[in-house]
Structure formats: C-alpha cells, structure tokens
C-alpha cells in the first residue's frame, strides 16, 4: 500500500468541515475521495469546496467502493457504532468520532466486530494527541509531582442561544436527548484521566442542576471521582449557559502544581524549585487533528493496534455512564 490512503467521511456536519476534512485534505499520505452525509447539499457544498469526486447521501454506497482504504466517521454518537460496525464488515479500517457510542453494551459490539474483521478502529480523542498532554504525563510519571494527585477539570462549552444560533440550540439539544453534557464532552475528560492516572476507577460521585426545565437532561454535572492508586479528580461539565468560567485543568501534587492552558497554549510545572514551561506555536486544536490522523494512516500501514482504540473508547464511555448512574441516584 505505497499509494495514498484513500479515505472517505461519512457525516459532514460542524466537526467534519471544520476540522477532519481540513486535515485530511491537507494530508500529503491522503487522498481524500467520498463525502457522504444524509443531508446531501452537506456532502456536495464540502465536495466542491475540496475538489471531492463523490458526495452521496447513502453511506452504503460509499462504503460498496472498494477502493475506499478507511473511513472517519462524524456522525451523532447514537449513530456512530452501527455505522462503525457496517463499515468494519465493508473492509474498511475507521476512524471514529467520540463517544464511540452512548451505551457500553454497544460498544463492545464493536469491539467484538472490529476483532472479527480484522479491520482497525480508532477512537477520536483527538485532544489527547501532541506534546502539551504528553508532557504532563511524562512530569507525572517521573514523579516531578508526587503522588497522591488531585485532578481538577472542567469543559464549558456550548452556549445557550436558542434564537441567535437556533441550529446550534437544536443539534445540542437533541445531543442532551442521549445523555447529559458528561457523556458527550466528558468523553474526553474520561480519556485524559485514564491517559494520566493510568489506574481504575474505584468511586463516582456525581451531581447536577438543570438550568431550565426544558432540557432533557441535567446541563451542569459535578463529578468526584476516586482512583485505585488514591489519586482523586473533580470534573466539571457545563453547556447551555449563556456565559461560562473559563475551564480549569490543572494537576495538584505534595511537590507541585501542573497546569495545562489550552487557550494559551502551554504546560506549565510548578515546584518549590522549578518552573518549567512548554508552550506551542502552532494551532494546539488542528495540530492534534493532524497527528490523530497521523496516528491512524500509521497504524494501517504498519498493521499495528490503534491508540486509543476500542478499549481506551470502552473506559472513557464505562467512566462518563458511572457519572450518569449516580446523577440518576441523586
Ligand atoms: N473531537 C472533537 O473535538 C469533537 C468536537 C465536536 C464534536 N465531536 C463529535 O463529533 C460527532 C459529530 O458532531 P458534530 O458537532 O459534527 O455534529 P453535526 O450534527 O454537526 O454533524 C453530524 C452529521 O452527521 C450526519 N448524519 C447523521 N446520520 C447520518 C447517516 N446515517 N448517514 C450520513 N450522515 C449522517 C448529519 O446529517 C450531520 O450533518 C459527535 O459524536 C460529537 O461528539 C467531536
């Protein structure tokens, strides 16, 4: 396979055209070949802009194109793995947007296809790729922190703008009907704890409000959560408020203090000694688009696992579904 990968998108909304398609188009070991989404004007409006040859509303069409390598897909999560699973039995490796599914039980149906197949899935905790996350698990691991740790997250995201953006309002409201905003944007809080503490989850504690009464579910959950290596993480999540707190992550240790400012950019360590600084210069979020779609085309030529994969995709939906079993039991 010396050629380009030639690789098709199945769902063309916000997060294919604004990152996967650019990223793809800009990849030299790519050939970007079929754009599908059930809204066909989708599909062509984002063909004719990459000089795309096929737009189809009908992903079974795309997936019959034999000489489609791979698929990344950007569909809604409760889409997602029966689209992940159609293409695995098609022949195709798949990239797939996160959470890999809403419910576990799903998910594993994946895994066992994608072990049947042969064929590789990786799952897009794109934010997780990159030197920022990478070396504040290397400052962790080599100890610059102590241990126990106390994470301390939060993603606020999703403004609340029923009459000034009504397709957004929409699209985040039907998103809620398949779980509070934990499953969907704590996916990737799920990912980063289980990329840094690299220990099981022993306890979840969660709570959260519902700011007004018409929203399927809570829109602002606090989690405690409790590792098996005594590290603890206080996770927050908040959409559809009209204006948020910033977003802390920060990493609290006997030695010191690890921040990651994914605004400005930069890790920074902080002991009774030292301080010590990594900043990026590049687009921290198209830059890990590109190395997660670095990650995958490399994985497919070598013939080695996807990371994260199926697995890592199980342990951040089995956290964020913990959180959304105790918000039930409040
Ligand atoms: N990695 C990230 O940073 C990130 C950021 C935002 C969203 N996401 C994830 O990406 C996924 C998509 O989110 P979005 O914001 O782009 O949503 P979106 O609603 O804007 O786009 C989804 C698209 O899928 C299409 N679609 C649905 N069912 C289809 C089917 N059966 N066949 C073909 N097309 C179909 C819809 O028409 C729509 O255009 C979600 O899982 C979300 O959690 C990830």
Redesign the pocket.
């Known amino acids: 396979m010396n050629e380009s990968l030639r690789i098709g998108v199945?769902?063309?909304?916000?997060?294919?055209a604004t990152?996967h398609i650019p990223a793809l188009s800009a990849c030299s070991d790519v050939r970007l070949a079929a754009l599908?989404?059930?809204?066909l004007q989708?599909a062509r409006h984002l063909a004719e802009q990459y000089q795309v040859p096929i737009a189809t509303?009908d992903?079974r069409e795309l997936l019959q194109n034999e000489s489609l390598d791979a698929v990344v897909i950007?569909?809604?999560?409760w889409?997602?793995p029966h689209?992940t699973m159609e293409s695995l039995q098609a022949g195709k490796h798949v990239l797939c947007?996160?959470?890999m599914a809403v419910d576990v039980n799903t998910a594993e149906k994946v895994r066992e296809t994608e072990r049947a197949t042969g064929y590789k899935v990786q799952v897009?905790f794109?934010?997780r790729h990159g030197p920022l996350l990478e070396t504040l698990r290397e400052w962790i691991k080599q100890g610059k922190l102590g241990s126990p740790l106390v994470y301390r997250l939060g993603i606020f995201d999703e403004s609340w703008d029923p009459t000034g953006n009504p397709e957004h309002y929409d699209?985040i409201y039907r998103t809620m009907q398949h779980g509070s905003p934990s499953i969907?944007d704590g996916?990737?809080v799920a990912d980063f704890l289980q990329f840094l503490a690299e220990s099981p989850v022993t306890a979840v504690e969660s709570f959260g409000i519902r700011t007004r009464t018409e929203f399927p579910t809570t829109n602002y959950d606090l989690s405690v959560i409790r590792f098996e290596n005594g590290d603890i993480a206080k996770v927050e999540i908040g959409w559809f408020l009209p204006k948020f707190p910033k977003g802390e992550f920060e990493i609290v240790g006997p030695k010191g203090i690890a921040i990651f400012d994914r605004f400005d950019q930069y890790v920074q360590l902080k002991t009774g000694e030292i301080t010590e600084t990594v900043k990026l210069e590049e687009d921290w979020a198209a830059s890990c688009f590109s190395i997660q779609l670095g990650k995958f085309i490399a994985s497919i030529r070598t013939n080695t696992p996807c990371v994260p994969g199926v697995d890592e995709g199980i342990g951040s939906l089995a956290l964020t579904k913990a959180i959304e079993k105790s918000l039930r039991e409040r």
């Open positions: 199945i769902g063309c909304g916000d997060i294919a990152r599908c989404d059930a809204d989708r509303a992903y950007c569909t809604p999560p889409v997602t689209l947007e996160k959470p897009g794109t934010y699209r969907h996916a990737h």
